[in-house]
């Protein structure tokens, strides 16, 4: 059965460093998805995008942020100027409508020291 | 800004038993969308529905619009049932500023 899967499992950088995470949504999919987790708190809408650009962005996703689908299979994010607040569980998913069912990948966690 | 309010929290039962988990929301949505998230992280999509009922293997999803609120029942639960199933509002256009999740109702189901 496809498959969202993400790269890396686990990333540690240094404040101010800039993290990119990586996303292989399903090959078939046309709506692809970042949400953050941070520890022990609710699931967070980032952005979606869609027809190679940002669809919909949410408070969270400011200028620090930014996402690419630099060829016909990655989807990624990336944050230019990492903060400890950023320390999170990244999850990328992808559907093949807008309002349908979301497929998750397995996340990233990022941790800032 | 939608409010999305699960309960309970959280929810311990005996194998086997039947169990509710409710959602309910304060500004009127046309789809709800339920996740589980395992124990180690990972999501997984169970429902996304806008109307009536879904079933899916032990999973039942029911919802009513009119009256803001969505149940998830499972039936037969099974210690592998366990994790935190979480309501939220689907990505529609122009609403990303008031996507919002539910906080959770951790599951435990015991052998």
């Known amino acids: 059965e496809p498959e969202v899967t993400q790269t890396p499992s686990h990333q540690v950088t240094q404040m101010g460093q800039e993290v990119i995470l990586r996303c292989v949504p399903i090959?078939?999919?046309?709506?692809f998805y970042w949400y953050r987790q941070i520890l022990g708190q609710k699931v967070e809408f980032l952005v979606s995008?869609?027809?190679?650009?940002?669809?919909?962005k949410s408070e969270i996703f400011d200028d620090q942020f930014s996402v690419e689908r630099p060829d016909g299979s990655n989807f990624t994010l990336k944050i230019r100027s990492t903060k400890l607040e950023d320390s999170a569980m990244y999850f990328c998913?992808?559907?093949?409508?807008?309002?349908?069912?979301?497929?998750f990948g397995p996340g990233t966690r990022l941790t800032v020291l | 800004k939608n409010e999305v309010e699960q309960s309970p929290q959280n929810l311990t039962a005996q194998e086997g038993e039947f169990i509710t988990i409710n959602c309910s929301y304060s500004?009127?949505?046309?789809?709800l969308h339920w996740l589980q998230q395992h124990p180690g992280g990972g999501i997984v999509s169970l429902f996304m529905?806008?109307?009536g009922k879904k079933k899916h293997g032990r999973l039942i999803a029911t919802i009513n619009i009119q009256e803001k609120h969505s149940s998830l029942h499972i039936t037969a639960s099974h210690p592998r049932d366990s994790a935190v199933y979480i309501c939220?509002?689907?990505?529609?256009?122009?609403?990303?500023?008031?996507?919002?999740f539910g906080s959770g109702t951790q599951l435990t189901v015991l052998p």
């Open positions: 998913a992808s559907s093949v409508i807008l309002v349908d069912t979301q497929y």
């Open positions: 090959s078939n999919h046309l709506y």
């Open positions: 995008f869609y027809n190679n650009e940002i669809s919909e």
């Open positions: 500004v009127g949505i046309s789809a």
């Open positions: 529905l806008s109307s």
């Open positions: 939220s509002e689907p990505l529609c256009s122009g609403s990303a500023r008031q996507l919002t």
